[in-house]
């Protein structure tokens, strides 16, 4: 079973920058996909971006794109978010999840990961 533990939120102003980390420990990291999603305020959790196993294929949805990016070390068990330019409507609790397999569905990428959530790491940004 993996366990996930995420962190690097935080309070910060429109426009402003954070990067997210997740710890992953229970299974070879190396060896399956991961993913970032999200959870606005009184809206279902989304997700946001995903990256293969060896760090191929980096992907975030169009509402981040050219503003987050996704990226992985492999050998620290550790999944990134890097956050710039953010605004206020990426104010959400971000988790990360493990994926099912190795390599995250081009066509459904939502769709990849196991429902095994860490405790999540708030993202507050203020206009």
């Known amino acids: 079973q993996v366990q996930l533990v995420e962190s690097g939120g935080g309070l910060v102003q429109a426009g402003d920058s954070l990067r997210l980390s997740c710890a992953a420990s229970g299974r070879t990291f190396s060896s399956y996909a991961m993913g970032w999603f999200r959870q606005a305020p009184g809206k279902e959790r989304e997700f946001v971006a995903a990256?293969?196993?060896?760090?191929?294929?980096?992907r975030c949805v169009d509402s981040v794109k050219g503003r987050f990016t996704i990226s992985r070390d492999n050998a620290k068990n550790t999944l990134y978010l890097q956050m710039n330019s953010l605004k206020f409507e990426d104010t959400a609790v971000y988790y990360c999840?493990?994926?099912?397999?190795?390599?995250?569905?081009?066509?459904?990428?939502?769709?990849?990961?196991?429902?095994?959530w860490g405790q999540g790491t708030l993202v507050t940004v203020s206009t």
């Open positions: 990256i293969d196993s060896d760090g191929g294929g980096p």
């Open positions: 999840a493990a994926g099912v397999g190795a390599y995250y569905s081009r066509n459904k990428p939502e769709r990849s990961f196991l429902e095994v």
